[in-house]
């Protein structure tokens, strides 16, 4: 059973919510963050995309000379900045569920529901990835005017994504346990 660490302000100084394991351990702690690079890479994508931002608006209103640019780029990592968000999320078990009749299953049937979860959504992630594929052959052939990079940049966000949040279903699974969040055993993914 996991517990969550909720800290008060007074006490250290700021607020936590860490969910724990009954030895005081993460789940990350066990076999390592996957998703580390993802969270460090979304982390520069947001301070580009917000200085990128803020760039444009100082160009556009205080030089007088827009930066062309600046905007399809920015929407560019914005994509990216999801999708790999998105899969780092996966890795963790943290995306949003709604549990009500889960909750109400005796523990066998939820075991069931699980693997039947699970079932499902590795397999929207699979359609979901190599039907993009199709999409970014498409999309190859077009250009982004701006930055005049392939259009196909934008949708292999998509196709990525898919991919490494489907690699992290099944390797959080199999790594040992259903979710690295808190109430683990409530939880139906």
């Not at 190599?130 to 966000?157: D, H, K, Y």
């Not at 199999?174 to 939880?187: I, L, M, T």
Request: glycine residues 8%; contains cysteine.
């Amino acid at each position: 059973m996991r517990r969550a660490d909720l800290s008060h302000p007074s006490s250290r100084g700021s607020v936590s919510c860490v969910a724990r394991n009954e030895d005081g351990t993460t789940g990350r702690s066990r076999g390592g963050d996957l998703a580390l690079p993802l969270r460090l890479l979304v982390g520069v994508l947001f301070a580009v995309i917000v200085g990128l931002t803020i760039a444009q608006v100082g160009f556009r209103y205080l030089l007088g000379q827009p930066l062309i640019w600046s905007e399809e780029l920015a929407k560019l990592l914005l994509v990216w900045m999801v999708f790999l968000g998105a899969a780092a999320v996966a890795f963790d078990g943290r995306h949003l569920d709604v549990d009500v009749v889960f909750r109400l299953l005796p523990t066998p049937m939820r075991r069931i529901v699980r693997w039947l979860n699970l079932a499902v959504a590795c397999a929207f992630l699979a359609a979901f990835a190599w039907t993009s594929l199709e999409i970014v052959e498409i999309e190859s052939w077009a250009s982004l005017g701006a930055l005049g990079i392939s259009a196909a940049w934008v949708r292999v966000a998509a196709t990525v994504g898919a991919t490494l949040m489907l690699a992290f279903l099944v390797v959080r699974r199999f790594r040992g346990g259903w979710r690295d969040a808190p109430d683990s055993e409530d939880r139906p993914l």
